[in-house]
């Protein structure tokens, strides 16, 4: 199960941390949004580094569809009844920045940076679209509605996005860290909000930024409330249908569409992480219906953390955590959250006021139907009797997917393989350790 990006592409390698150093401020994960929080630092003249327990960019980043755009679903009209005029607007234009922003960055790396329209598509619910468009339009988007796509299917109708951008991830992520502070194979053993522990060394800082996909701090912030993980999955098929544009549905299984190079990305079939069965051959069976000529060349999974109101957590950890910071919940747009997350902490560690900060704040109320659904599956997997295997992370009760070969944590997403090893976080320890709160 390999990714498209992961083929192919020589990544920078960094040195291990083996001595104790000091340092202004201090990232913890090598994810496309450490990535960039730690470049944004070096062009601002801070002093930083960045630790990352493996490679740089070989979880998340290096399985995403790799879209770069504003259009996130039917969020927008959904932004405006709950956060009103003025902060509707702001995340609009925080995201749409994160989009002008890679765009500018690509034209100086050789990431197969392009700019395209981004649509979203319904086979059924015309009134829907239509909604959002006049959202948008009050929120002063111009945003065209189409029923012409280069769609296999028919549709009732589309929104496009202009001017919107896809990449090789990892091709972009190579060019931009060659000479960043980064040491690699360097895991977090323990950390206080100052002080981080390595296996062979030690940072002291005056800042830390988190970015580490699911927060791995279980006593501040309750991510372990706010946070759940959702699971979806990728086609890459050579000689399918030449798309223009991306596609994404707002109904059924949230089909995503989208060519690099010869290649078609058939993504979808999500579902909450350790509650379903693997849903690729769902996505075989759409290929086979609308591009018989596609032929299936790779094939892989990912997980995206969920908040609870559909905005990442950016900002200060914990309202007792000034110096600690957090960047994670991006949902299923990991490209422009990563994006964000350094616009705004590259900001905030330094002192300085951020325009996009309070909508993105950590510390916002929780009060959502999603924290009440969280809870009952903590609850259960954690109160359930007499189960020999539990997860790592805070004990939840785990699934065995026969498919994948992996055992899964539906509360928080951790997943293991069939001999105890940790393939995804927050868990940090092997099946035969102990919880790791701390």
């Not at 601002?44 to 755009?69: F, N, P, S, W």
């Not at 050789?110 to 700019?115: L, R």
């Not at 960043?180 to 909000?193: A, P």
């Not at 940790?422 to 790791?436: G, I, M, Q, T």
Request: hydrophobic share 35%; with cysteine.
């Amino acid at each position: 199960m390999s990714s498209l990006w992961t083929e192919n592409i020589e990544m920078p390698e960094f040195p291990t941390l083996e001595k104790d150093i000091r340092t202004q401020v201090l990232i913890i994960g090598g994810g496309m949004a450490g990535v960039l929080c730690a470049y944004f630092l070096q062009q601002a003249g801070v002093d930083y580094c960045l630790l990352e327990k493996d490679r740089i960019c070989q979880g998340v980043t290096g399985h995403t569809t790799a879209k770069i755009t504003a259009q996130h679903g039917l969020i927008y009209e959904k932004s405006l009844q709950s956060m009103g005029q003025e902060r509707a607007e702001l995340f609009l234009k925080a995201n749409l920045r994160a989009v002008e922003n890679y765009k500018n960055l690509g034209r100086f790396l050789d990431c197969d940076m392009e700019e395209t329209d981004s649509y979203l598509y319904s086979v059924r619910e015309r009134r829907k679209l239509e909604s959002e468009i006049q959202a948008l339009g009050s929120l002063g988007f111009q945003a065209d509605y189409t029923e012409d796509t280069e769609l296999p299917f028919e549709v009732e109708g589309a929104i496009r996005f202009p001017r919107q951008a896809q990449f090789q991830p990892l091709k972009f992520a190579a060019g931009i860290s060659k000479n960043l502070r980064i040491y690699e194979h360097s895991e977090v053993r323990e950390m206080t909000e100052y002080f981080a522990l390595t296996e062979k060394g030690s940072v002291a800082a005056e800042k830390i930024i988190i970015a580490t996909h699911f927060p791995f701090i279980n006593t501040r912030g309750s991510y372990y409330l706010k946070l759940y993980q959702n699971r979806s999955y990728v086609l890459a098929c050579a000689y399918g249908k030449n798309l223009k544009g991306m596609y994404l549905e707002a109904d059924n299984i949230g089909l995503s569409l989208r060519n690099y190079e010869d290649y078609l990305l058939i993504g979808g079939g999500g579902h909450r992480s350790g509650k379903e069965k693997s849903n690729w051959d769902l996505l075989r069976d759409i290929a086979k219906e609308y591009f018989p000529e596609a032929k299936e060349r790779y094939f892989w999974a990912t997980q995206d953390c969920m908040s609870l109101d559909k905005r990442p957590y950016i900002g200060p950890y914990s309202k007792n955590t000034p110096d600690l910071f957090v960047a994670t919940g991006f949902g299923k747009w990991g490209m422009t959250g990563a994006m964000i997350s350094a616009i705004v902490l590259s900001d905030l560690v330094q002192g300085r006021e951020n325009e996009f900060a309070a909508i993105f704040n950590p510390s916002r109320g929780i009060l959502k139907p999603q924290l009440a659904i969280n809870m009952w599956e903590a609850m259960k997997g954690i109160l359930k009797p007499r189960v020999k295997n539990r997860c790592t992370h805070m004990g939840c009760v785990l699934h065995w997917n026969a498919k994948e070969q992996t055992f899964e944590c539906p509360c928080h997403g951790s997943c293991f393989d069939a001999s105890g090893e940790v393939l995804e976080n927050p868990a940090r320890h092997k099946l035969e350790n102990k919880s790791d709160v701390f």
